[in-house]
């Protein structure tokens, strides 16, 4: 299997599903809209200093959710992220090793 072509075989995929109520939205709640606008201005800057690197970040703004994929050197490293850099104050996020389509294809063709 290739492993996502990475040059540092530790290094994985992460997808970071999180969501947060209405409540704690940065939309609608002061506190954490400041919280968001301080972690944006250095989070990849945070990432890159942990191995991280951010390779997309989507959100719902409404749905209140948002999935992130990262390259990383662990999921504790990643857990790590989102508590030192306090995305995890408002939300819930679930960290999960991905893989692509091809590599999972790959290995059915291994154990055949």
Known sequence: MNTQNNQ???VGTYGIYGSHTAEACPLFNEENRKLLLQVASTFE???NAK???VLSMYHSGL???????VEAPGAH???DLMVETKVAK???TKIVPLRTTQDVVEYC????
């Open 45 to 47: 800057k945070d990432a």
């Open 51 to 53: 191995g991280i690197k």
């Open 109 to 112: 063709q291994s154990i055949e």
């Open 90 to 92: 408002f939300n819930s």
């Open 77 to 79: 490293a990643v857990q």
């Open 63 to 69: 749905e209140h959710t948002f999935e992130w994929i």
């Open 8 to 10: 540092n075989q530790n």
